[in-house]
């Protein structure tokens, strides 16, 4: 009786944990973790439409209508069938460090452009996602960032991204969901930085936005 209880137990330690799903996108976060962002609109079916239109028409993916609509086959869809439209609202930013800006958005000498802002702050200071969203990056030296040090890069709705650079440490990994306030990293100086601080942006669709815009 005792072997067998010792086997049991051995065999209950040895049992793994299930992996957790991985997410594909922001969408996935919004959907499995009830974040904000995410409202429903309705589609009226005219004569001519398709499903492939409509989702071009809403910059939506068609599979997500499909999904979304529980349609079976979607080749089939008929005039006045409403149709469940998914619409994401733009992230509502925090800030990820508070403090003084030693470095603002835009031109940098004659040449020189900043992409982002400058936030000095002591070395183990913790940064705060700006913004609910899904981690889409993290790491050293990334492609395209090489002298930003350690990195994270968060993705939010409506084609926005948030980054956060020179890190001391990153607490989150690739895949990752995270909400606003949250404590992502450290500030560092890791990189090419002359101080301790964060470089933080904002971009749109690839592009740099000014973030005093959009910060509180």
Known sequence: MLLLILSL????ARKKSPPLTPKKNVKDCI???????????YHIVQPGDTLYKISRLYNVQLGELIRLNEIKDPSHIFVGQALKIPRYEN?????????????????????????GI?????????????????????GKSLDGY????????????????????HNRV?????GECVRAGDIIGEVGSSGNASGSHLHFEIRKNGRPLNPLKYLP
């Not at 959907?31 to 609109?41: A, D, F, T, V």
């Not at 800030?95 to 835009?106: A, L, T």
């Not at 990153?170 to 690739?174: C, D, G, M, P």
């Open 170 to 174: 990153n607490f989150v990994k690739a």
């Open 9 to 12: 137990s051995g065999a209950c």
């Open 91 to 115: 992230p509502q930013f925090i800030w990820p460090v508070k403090g003084r800006i030693s470095s603002y958005f835009g031109k940098r000498g004659r040449k020189g452009f900043h992409s």
């Open 31 to 41: 959907s499995q973790n009830k974040m904000l962002g995410e409202r429903i609109i």
């Open 118 to 138: 400058d936030i000095p702050a002591p070395k183990g200071t913790p940064i705060k996602a700006a913004a609910d969203g899904m981690v889409v990056k993290s």
């Open 146 to 165: 090489a002298k930003y040090g350690k990195i994270i890069i968060i993705e939010h709705t409506n084609g926005i991204r948030t980054l956060y650079a």
